[in-house]
């Protein structure tokens, strides 16, 4: 089972393999990934009861819950194929990790802008330095940061290796990041912002946004493989098996 | 080619370190002339109602020093990175990321000690109460070595970028964020009379934590942009 497992892995680090397999992959991403969005969306959009203090407000957690969490999932994502690539020189591997910063800086982006929407009828104002607030807006500055050296290197390699170095070092810093926020918040100001009461949500308004987190996974992957096929091409646009690609 | 210890080695690179530092005291003094300047812009840019500004004082000094200190990190690999210092220390038998924190601690003592010593003067000038002035230098003392080890790490990866001045400020502070919050907040805490200790315990922590990893870090980005 390891050894399938290490072979198929050994298999996919190979970029004309991975290209081929990434091209059949992407529409059962794509398409299901629509699917379950859409199920989800009617079923927190419609079927699920208004919350009885933020009446259809509270919908949007829809949207800014899942984001947030693939802001994260993302971040932890591209630290850990830049590992991969530092270790075991695998270019493919670095290049999911430049594919991941563009997705990760706009599902962050996303999480900022509807927790800020969500905060004009909630809290009145549309920022708060609410600590969750507060960490989206530094990992978006993690995500700017690493493009920005990304893009500051002229070789693709460097750039590759320093990138990862910066990615594996923003990992660790990030719950350091997190909780210092977090602590920071809930000294300076009371705990006035109330969040929807979370131990209590019903399972009709929970199943939507779990499944929005499936969804949003399955379009990560769609987006994902789509942009590390563009990335092989840009790269190995010297090789042979691109011609045969291209031309086909 | 005589085999020297790590100990001896890093001493000769922190004494041909100082040496070059000294012969150019006015470069070495730039940051802390910027510290003591971008604290006096805070009254000049609110007002100088002591209340307020005692109200301000342990952000002000922290946010200077964050800004002073990654000023000062351009200059700590770059002159080595351009004239082939650098390579000699990546060839040379002893560990390369022993022989960056030494040179990461030399940085510190004359960029950040000064910091230490010159920050009671600008504290007063913001009036923070006197009995803050020493757990304040002691939370400057534990925190300004972090973020210098911090900024080590991106000075390694900028070193091989021309321009990089702008680039490695994106790439440190939000690192640095957590030293800064700690920081002021044991200074806060201590100029509203209460015992600072739970921050500073944790300046320590993240100051042991950088000072373990940091190097490793810096010796990875500067092997990266040595080639």
Known sequence: ???????????????????????RWTPWFFWSAIIVIAICAYGGLVLAPADYQQGDGFRIIYAHVPSAWMSLFVYVNMAIAAAIGLIWRIKLAHAVAASCAPIGASFTFLALATGSIWGKPMWGTWWVWDARLTSELILLFLYIGYMALRSAMEEPSRADRASAVLAIVGV?????????????????????????????????????MLGMMVGFMLFFGAILLTRVRGEVLARERNSKWIKEVAVS | MENVGIFTAAARLVERDLKVIFRHVSEALNPLVFFVVVATLFPLATSPDAALLRDMAPGVVWVAALLSSTLALDSLFKADMDDGTMEQLALSPQPLAWLLLAKIVTHWVVSGLPLVLIAPLVARGFFLPTEAILPMMLALALGTPTLSLIGAVGAALTAG??????????????LSLPTMIFGARATDLAGLGEDPSGPLYLLAALLFLTLSLAPLAAAAAIRISLD
């Open chain 2, 161 to 174: 970028v021309r321009r990089g001045g702008a680039l490695l400020s994106l790439l440190v502070l939000p």
């Open chain 1, 1 to 23: 089972m390891w050894k399938a497992f290490v072979r198929w892995f050994h298999r996919m680090a190979s970029p004309p393999h991975f290209y081929a397999a990434a091209s």
């Open chain 1, 172 to 208: 660790v810093n990030v719950p350091i990041i997190h909780y210092s926020v977090v602590w920071w918040n809930t000294l300076h100001q009371g705990p006035t912002v109330s969040k929807i009461g979370e131990p209590s949500i019903t399972w009709a308004m929970l199943w939507p």
